[in-house]
Every structure is written in C-alpha cells, then in structure tokens.
C-alpha cells in the first residue's frame, strides 16, 4: 500500500492510494482507532495493515488527490536519524566543501578533485539525529534561512520503524520495517561547514523549519522487492540532475538498524534516512539552489516528492 497523511479541511486524516494513482480512500473515514493516524496505523502492526487493507478494498469514501493537501506522512515522527552510506557522495561532498570554503574565503575555486572514502564509513553505519519538528511534505514551500547564502537539497530513500526491539540481529531487521519514503535533507551548506568545524555534527546546517522533507506518501514492504535496485532522480526546474541507484550502499538498512538499536530501543514511527544517494547533491557539483527553484525527487515504486524554494523575506 501508499499511505499517506492528508489534509482536506478537516485536519489530519489517513487514507491509501487507489490503483488509479489519483484518488485516496479516507481510512481515518471507518472510526476505526488503528487507522485514526499514521502513527496508530503504524503501533497496530500486522493487524493494523490488514484492517487498512479491508478498508483499501472496500473503499468507502474517496478524495480526489486534487482536492486534497498531501502532508509529510509523519508529521511529527518520533525520532530522525540520517547516515550517510553511498560511496561516491561520501568521497565527493567534502571536495565540494573545500571549494566552498576557498570561495567564502575569496579564493579561487580550486575546482573537482577526486575524494576518498574514509575508513570509519566502511567499518560502520555514520548517522546523526536531527530535528522531528522541522517537518515537511509533497508541495511544501522550504523558506531558505536568511543566514545562509548556499542552500542545498539531498536526495534519499528512508525507512520507517514498524516494529520496535532492542539489540535487533541484521537477520531480523527487515522484519522491523514498516515502509519506505523519499527524504529530501534540505541543507545549507555555508552554515555547515562553519558549524562542522566543531565536530559535533550539522545543527543550523540542517535544522530550520521545514527542513527535513518526506513524501509524497509511504509504501509498505511488500511493495518494495529489492530496495537496493531502486532508481532515484532528482530534476531542478525540469533539469535532470540526479539519476542513480541504492545499489552502491556501503551499509543497506539492514545494517543500520541493527547498529543503531545496539544497546538502544527503536520505537515504531522513528525514521532513518538511508543517506544521500550518489551524486545525488549539488554541492557535489558545486551547483546551489536559487529563489524560486522547484526540486522534484523521484524514487521507483515510491513516487514523486516535490517542493519550491524561496528566499526569505
């Protein structure tokens, strides 16, 4: 299934994608407590998505995909956590960090360079935690921060939580997966590497409102056979600017779920970005958004996630 959370005017509903691609089924509609929200869908595992299924077949009341606002799916998840697993974004996102700071420093730009993969990114999944209030969805406006000049999207695959567990065995981990979004990480990039310099990781490089981007909706596992064969475009104004795949992860889902729930609870709704996909950023081509640029993600068998940014007043 595609579930989605939505707005028609009547606050926050669930509802399923119909095969048509164009009309939702107002689960949150059957009264039902296990379809109330996302969040409820997701706390009632296996027998929550069979009664959203019954009521996907049944399909009592529909909307029209037009006359409704599509929100993030979690609008207020649990807990963010991001890594970062792709090889050539791991070894290419830093050279582009070192022309930006010649160029801030009014230097030249000393131009592409071929990076490396540092060790630490091979023996182990790399993550942070981010903001879960700085949410957003499909056809959301992202107000570029007054404070930064080099504004950036980064294209991902996520997961979401289904089932929680502590010290989860990578076997076992699909097991704990409730679907799969597409992240947009909206960064900006000067504020990063000023902030970066003292080594506790991205906080006003990544934390702004409406800054952590999912959507348009999340597919369930079973839709999803090989998540690694996904292919992930990214388009600036129609420009094709991204066109890669999961495949090339050092670390697939798997591995970062176990990892992270060493010694560690997972709750269900908690989101993990899978890391930006090879070359699936600006900065690692040295190019930026501007005012008025409209970014559109496009994950196979996932969908479409789209948004504007514009500069803040």
Known sequence: MKLATFDAGQGHRLGALMTSGTELVDLTATGLPALATMQTLIEAGAEGLAVARAALDAATVQVSLTDVRLLAPLTCPPQIRDASTAPRHIAHAPVGMRRLAA???????????????????????????????????????????AYSSYMDYELEVAVVIGKGGRDIAIGDAMGHIFGFTIFNDFSARDTQLREMQGMLGPAKGKSFDAGNVFGPWIVTTDEVADYRGLRCVAKINGRTVTDSRLGEMLHGFEDMIAFISNAETLYPGEIIGGGTVDDGCGLERFEFLSDGDVVELTVDGIGTLTNTVVREA
């Open 103 to 145: 160029v801030l420093a009014g230097e030249p730009d000393p131009g592409h360079a071929e990076g490396t993969v540092p060790d630490i990114y091979k023996a182990q999944p790399i993550f942070y935690i981010t903001n879960r209030f700085s949410v957003a969805g499909d056809g959301d406006r992202i107000v570029w921060p």
